[in-house]
């Protein structure tokens, strides 16, 4: 059993890169799978191939590997492989459903990848905060775009999600174009929710960039005018040390 835990533990992090991978096929793949261009549809069907294959090999060599432990650690892509066989007919409330499906699994990965770039740029706050807005607009667009694009007068393309994320996740709410679909809703009240958290921590951010910018230029000043009280105090020694000793006067009485 520790071996086989052992063996899984090992898979799992050569996996994840491939998986990774994999993964993220699925934004080109919802892009233009639906594409009129006839060259583009089928390149994103052959690539919806490739991505299935390689998350079902990763289903099956898990299982393999783990039984049952390693079907819950891949349980995800595991729903995955089942639902979203390229070949498998399904009806449009179903499509829709499916898309909602793979944008969640992108999520999950990235989600993940942010947790790693949260480590690296610990002393970079800003960069993580602007990291994160991008990656919500993204993920945002490309989830209201696969449920409802077409369908949807409004969006009619990426740049339209894109452009719905915006206004979303900054809480602006202009009203051109509004979710039609229960997928659709829940995305945006979802988007919402995660743009409060994100605008309020952007915020914060760059107010407490401008504070410790403030803060340095006043430390900056203290200690510069430390330096000055240092130097004279190691003058005013260096005078004192160098100074002749006053010989006694004998007219003194005790001299």
């Known amino acids: 059993m520790a071996e086989s835990s052992a063996r899984l533990i090992a898979y799992q992090r050569r996996a994840t890169i491939p998986v990774f991978i994999a993964t993220l096929c699925v934004v080109p793949v919802l892009i233009f799978e639906r594409s009129s261009n006839s060259a583009w549809a089928n390149a994103a069907q052959i690539l919806n191939w490739a991505s299935w294959l390689v998350l079902a090999a990763h289903v099956a060599v898990s299982f393999a590997i783990g039984g049952v432990a390693g079907l819950r650690l891949a349980w995800l892509d595991a729903l995955l492989v089942v639902v979203s066989v390229p070949v498998a007919p399904s009806a449009f409330g179903a499509a829709r459903l499916l898309r909602l499906v793979r944008v969640l699994r992108l999520g ?148």
């Open 108 to 255: 999950v990965a990235l989600s993940s990848t942010m947790r790693h770039a949260k480590a690296i740029l610990q002393h970079r706050q800003f960069h993580f905060v602007a990291l994160v807005a991008v990656v919500s607009v993204c993920v945002g667009g490309l989830g209201i775009y696969s449920v409802e694009g077409g369908e949807n007068t409004r969006i009619q393309s990426f740049g339209d999600g894109v452009w719905w994320a915006i206004v979303t996740v900054t809480t602006v709410g202009y009203g051109d174009i509004s979710p039609t679909t229960t997928e659709g809703r829940v995305i945006a009240t979802l988007l919402m929710l995660l743009g409060i958290g994100v605008i309020g921590a952007f915020t914060a951010t760059v107010a407490s960039f401008f504070v410790q910018q403030d803060e340095g230029a006043e430390m900056a000043a203290i200690d510069a005018r430390l330096e000055r009280i240092e130097r004279k105090l190691d003058a005013l020694v260096t005078e004192r040390n160098a100074a002749p000793a006053t010989p006694p006067d004998p007219s003194r009485p005790g001299g």
